[in-house]
């Protein structure tokens, strides 16, 4: 971030943000009309406005390669704009540009939040950019009073020269007043009001503001947020594109557009027209009870606030807090025995309001999936046109909420299953038409609530996995574990999570290096998640992830093992049951314990040999057997007793425990129970894993 500093770190943190959320808008538009072969009017005014944006935006913080690219996209579509039909001409190849300025825009950001920022140099895109222009300006290179020597838009059209200003304050022109409140607590108001005003410049013919020249003076923040801002402008098109641009603009409040003798008195300096200078003298006049502020038209903004996600996360930790300290009250030893009503009716009322505190904060971390899905479609996009097949990306489910932690952690797995789909399952348009399937093919991404998870399934209608091949892979590669014959079609499906186990016999842009599902299986594992599958030769697969809705504060089983406590996680629990003959346990080849159940035979783990502890019960009929279940399968833990389910908040190992890799042995962290005892919280995946 070497172009701005501390003082600039609050405007540059919202220059990011609302640059990342144009730019999902600005795929989102690009691949809608794309798709439609068509561009709306609409539309076309939306690319110019978020180009325009992060044009300004960009010079002001001094991102200058950004800005410079963004200026072109947006005399591009100002040429569009101006004559849609001109886009005919070069259709495609504009599409393909602007993705890629796309992409150039998200790679600069991506580098400015890591710091130390190196610009790249756009400029070969930019060349590109302006090819394009001139075909559609029918290669007439000549200056014409809208476009300067170079044959492009000015940079600046909006802003008018100092000596025309008055002629265009005192001419018979309409200017309107816009008086704009921004958000209480946004800060830096007066970068904020001249962030509006850059982004006005290109939309009208003359501007200025109340106060004025706000960037210059840190100062005016105060006066802004007393008096809020009053923008004076002459529409250069018409006044409600202008309010359309206050209305998208961000941490404004509300606004209202006022009435031409309710406009406050230009600063001192300004240039003020007779109309102008009468207005105000009018409303000087009209006394105390005179409705001066009369809006002709307001909008209110939603009250939206942009917060550090290590404050969410800090606030979580203050939350998880409470109600271990609520759980240590209520089950205080010094307390058992005794009848004390009025406490008993306190605590329940503390209960009310600690779950209420819980479940505000997890909504607030809580974000829709529809970003996340969004960009899978530029991923089918940028594929289907590089490996020459036809596929169509289908989303359902996308207003489904999940942790923001969770959400960030599964873009990567994603977007690994997605080209999977496209580059080894979809056929070309030639094979699907011999195989009498539709020559597009359709890859599907839906995600559903089911309690306190989340599923999410990405299916496809391809090749379909055949389990005879991916067994003789596995078993070329030295995969397996067992007698071919001994695996079951589900089996067979999870060779492919093993490390380096890849389909693809030759190397491409997209697969056949060696990383292939076992990666996706990894960081699905991390945030607590399963994945399964299921497929039919040549009708297709479908990879069903199941997810926590949040990993801060889960509802887990407390089981005992000697003096120890530990909890599975509910969601990898599917039965509980104890043996009473101890002859229902048999061994395989290698002395493993199994045991049968459903016509499906399980390994059996005790937990006191897992991890060492001293206990009494040891015989398997004195215990309790768990079958639990994760992505590489099922199997059955035995322990002395179930204690009872209990909703724990999940703490992290401190971090000089890391040279012990406890998340390796199955430990994926600890929990502080109502006694003030520490519980053990099992990761099933690498307790499994790790046998």
């Known amino acids: 971030m070497s172009t701005a500093d501390a003082g600039m770190e609050a405007l540059l943190e919202a220059f990011i943000y609302e640059t990342n959320t144009m730019l999902e808008q600005l795929d989102e538009i690009l691949l809608e009309s794309e798709k439609a072969k068509s561009i709306s009017e609409e539309n076309i005014n939306s690319i110019f406005r978020i180009t325009h944006t992060i044009k300004g935006s960009a010079a002001m913080m001094n991102y200058d390669?950004?800005?410079?690219?963004a200026h072109s996209v947006e005399d591009v579509f100002y040429i569009i704009r101006e004559d849609p039909a001109k886009l005919d001409l070069v259709f495609d190849a504009i599409f393909d540009l602007v993705f890629q300025a796309s992409d150039f825009f998200k790679q600069e950001i991506a580098k400015i939040q890591e710091g130390n920022y190196e610009a790249a140099d756009p400029t070969e895109m930019i060349?590109?950019?302006?090819?394009?222009?001139?075909?559609?300006?029918?290669?007439?290179?000549?200056?014409?009073?809208?476009?300067d020597e170079a044959g492009k838009a000015p940079r600046d059209q909006g802003a008018v020269p100092e000596e025309d200003s008055a002629n265009a304050a005192n001419g018979d022109a309409e200017l309107f007043r816009i008086h704009v409140v921004f958000e209480e607590g946004c800060q830096m108001e007066n970068m904020r009001a001249f962030m509006l005003m850059t982004q006005l410049k290109n939309y009208c013919d003359y501007l200025d503001s109340i106060p004025q020249h706000p960037e210059e003076d840190s100062g005016l923040s105060q006066e802004i947020i007393r008096n809020g801002f009053t923008v004076i402008c002459k529409p250069r098109y018409s006044i409600e594109e202008v309010m359309k641009i206050v209305e998208a603009s961000l941490n404004i409040k509300y606004y209202e557009l006022l009435q031409e003798d309710s406009a406050p008195a230009l600063a001192a300096g300004s240039q003020a027209g007779p109309r102008q200078a009468a207005a105000a003298v009018k409303a000087d006049s009209a006394g105390a009870g005179a409705a001066v502020n009369s809006p002709i038209k307001s909008g209110t903004k939603q009250s939206l606030i942009s917060v550090n996600q290590s404050k969410l996360d800090h606030l979580m930790d203050l939350v998880g807090e409470i109600v271990t300290a609520e759980s240590m009250v209520v089950r205080n030893p010094d307390l058992k025995g005794l009848r004390l009503d009025n406490f008993t009716k306190s605590i329940r009322e503390l209960r009310k309001l600690t779950d209420e505190l819980q479940d505000i904060v997890m909504s607030i971390r809580l974000v829709p999936l529809q970003s996340t899905f969004q960009k899978m479609n530029r991923i089918v996009r940028d594929m289907s046109k590089k490996l020459d097949k036809k596929v169509e990306l289908y989303t359902e489910g996308g207003d489904t909420e999940v942790d923001k932690t969770i959400n960030d952690a599964i873009g990567d797995p994603f977007m690994h299953m997605i080209r999977n789909a496209v580059d080894h399952a979809i056929e070309t348009p030639a094979e699907r038409i011999a195989l009498g399937k539709p020559e597009t093919g359709r890859v599907t991404l839906s995600a559903r609530s089911a309690g306190s998870d989340i599923l999410i399934d990405i299916a496809d209608d391809g090749r379909g996995l055949d389990p005879e091949k991916l067994l003789a892979k596995a078993k070329k590669n030295g995969l397996l574990n067992k007698p071919e014959s001994e695996y079951t079609d589900k089996e067979a499906f999870q060779l492919i999570m093993l490390p380096g186990f890849s389909t693809n016999s030759e190397v491409t842009e997209f697969s056949g290096r060696g990383v292939g599902m076992d990666v996706v299986r990894k960081n699905v594992e991390k945030v607590g998640g399963t994945i399964s599958i299921s497929s039919v030769k040549s009708q297709g697969t479908t990879f069903t992830i199941k997810i926590p809705l949040t990993l801060a504060i889960m509802d887990g089983m407390n089981i005992s093992v000697g003096d120890t406590i530990f909890t599975l996680p509910i969601t990898s629990i599917?039965?509980?049951?104890?043996?009473?003959?101890?002859?229902?346990?048999?061994?395989?080849?290698?002395?493993?314990?199994?045991?049968?159940?459903?016509?499906?035979?399980?390994?059996v783990f005790r937990l006191h040999e897992t991890f060492g502890i001293n206990t009494k019960r040891t015989e398997i009929c004195d215990g309790i057997m768990i079958q639990v279940e994760s992505s590489s399968g099922s199997a059955c833990i035995f322990a002395d007793e179930l204690l009872g389910e209990y909703q724990v908040v999940v703490k992290p190992f401190p971090s000089f425990f890391n040279k012990y890799n406890l998340k390796g042995a199955g430990l994926s962290g600890c929990s502080i129970m109502g006694d003030g005892s520490i519980s053990l919280i099992l990761d099933v995946n690498n307790l499994l894993n790790n046998q």
């Open 65 to 69: 390669g950004i800005s410079n690219l």
């Open 127 to 147: 060349s590109r950019l302006e090819e394009q222009a001139r075909i559609m300006k029918g290669e007439i290179l000549k200056a014409s009073p809208a476009r």
């Open 574 to 603: 599917n039965q509980s049951f104890k043996l009473s003959d101890s002859k229902q346990i048999l061994h395989n080849t290698n002395g493993q314990e199994m045991i049968m159940l459903r016509g499906e035979c399980l390994p």
